[in-house]
Structure formats: structure tokens, C-alpha cells
């Protein structure tokens, strides 16, 4: 063990790269070889489909947690959007547009809630988060009624399921899009160099002239809009809204976040990182679907994937700096 531990010691940032990149192709190899038809289009459509939801959530979390934040509201936030809009189709008479900018209001406007939370009345940003989680999935509840809100709109379902290139459904199509804009920003903007710098250590960003309050409250505006497009394609995908239609969504988008690359403790990684790990989240989840496990048992194995790559990136010698 010992000298496995050096090796991971010294190369951990090699290990991390390549890590997940080897772990997905292992996985690839493994259920195709259990079942053949993995790899067939139909599949792989599928395999988009279901993972361009999580893909855009795991995204905007990414620049929180790149800045050494968290933020446990974005599920709570998808299931707000998701039956909002359902309530507002079926009980308000919203069109597709109008609901779909809703969505994208909501989702900022928690975002902005969570961001005044951590920065005007200082929390941290676990306990603020965990606070807007609690109460965004008691309004889920309150206007849903507890029950699930079926709608018909076929110009909504086309947002998600409608197909502009080829068979590629829309929301592949418009997560990749999405992603590839995040990773461009974190990488190549002042906004993301300025996250990294901040999850390296606050006081050293703001001695280096970095606006922190004014990043920090992007970061989490951010995360809370890309939530909101989560979850107007959610709804669009299943025309139905519930109270609990994202609670997944979180621990498999931290998963994501941290098998990618990007430190709990913030400050190493990147966005453009995040695109590996819900690679492996997703086709995971898939692989065994195909191979016909337990949903239960799959959620327990999501649990351990994320202690198991948590124990991996996290950084010991950092963590009085995880906000």
C-alpha cells in the first residue's frame, strides 16, 4: 500500500486527468461486453437524453465548487422549476416561452437567494444552501400539492425531445452547448481564473485586486440559472412535474464534479473538467439499467462513488479553506 500511496502522492495531478478517462472506457468495455447492445445508437440517444440534465446541473455547480463553495440546492431548485412550470401550463394557461423564461427567472432568482445568504449575512454557504434547499422543496410541495402535475404541450416537449440536428435529441444538443460556454468562460474569462484564485485562498484574491463578493455572487447566480434550465428540461422531457423530480440530481452532480477533477476544497480543476465525470455518472447508471440492477442498489453504489472520489481529489492539507 505504501508505495501505491506515494505514486498517488506524487502524480496526483496526473491521476486525476487520467483517471476518470480511464475508468469511463473501462466501464464502456465492461457493459458492452455484459450486453452488446449498449453501444447501439438507440442507446447512446438514450444515453444523451438522460444525461444532458444532469451534464447542465453538475455544470453550474462546478463554478461554486471550484471556488471552494457548495451549493446542495440545485436539486431542490430543478424540482421548484420543474413543477412551477407544470402548474403554470395547466392552471395559469402559459405558453411554452413564457414558461420557459420563468424557469430561467427562478432558477437565478434562487441563485441570488443563496448568493445574499453567504455574502450579505455570512453564512456558510453549507448551511445557507441547506436552508434554501429546505424551504425551495416546501414550495415544490405547497403549489404541487403533493401530487404530480401531468400537462400536455407538444411545443414544450420539443425543447427537450424535438430533434434540430439529425436524431441528436435538443437537449444533448443544447447541454453540449451550454458546457462548452462554461468551459470557455472558466478556462479563458477573468470570471473563471478569478473563481480559481478565490477557492485558492480568499484573501490572496482580494489582495490580488479580484472583486470576491461580486464573483461569489456570479458563481452562485450562475449555478442557480443553469439549474432552472435543468429542470425546463426535465419537465419538458416527462410533461410532468413532482415534488421530489430532482432530488438525485444533487449527489450525482457533486459525483460528477469531484470524479472529473475538480477539488471539494476548491481552487484545482476546472469546468471543462466536469464533462468526464458525468460521462462516467451516466453511463454507469445505464450500464446497469442494461444490466438490469435494482434501482436502490444503483442509488447506494452513487453514494460510494462519491466517497470514493471525495477521498481521492480532496486535499487534507486544505480544509479549513472548504467555505
Known sequence: MQP??????RHRALVSTVGPVVLLLVLVAV????NPRFLSWINLFNLMRQSSILLVVATGISFVILMGAIDLSVGAIVTLVGVSSAVLMTQAGFGALPVALSALGIGALCGALNAVLVLKFRLPSFVATLGTMTIVSGISTWISGGVTVFFRSPELTWIASGALVG????????ALMIFAAASFTGARSHFGRSLTAIGGGGVTARLSGISVVGTKALAFITSGLLCGTAGLLLVSRTSTGTAHMGDDLLLQAIAAVVMGGTALSGGSGGVHRTLTGVLVIAVFQNGLNIAGVHPYVQIMVTGMIVILSVTITLDRSRLAFIK
Open 31 to 34: 457493459f458492452t461486453a455484459i
Open 4 to 9: 501505491i500511496s506515494t505514486f498517488y502522492h
Open 167 to 174: 436524431r441528436v435529441p435538443n437537449s444533448g444538443v443544447l
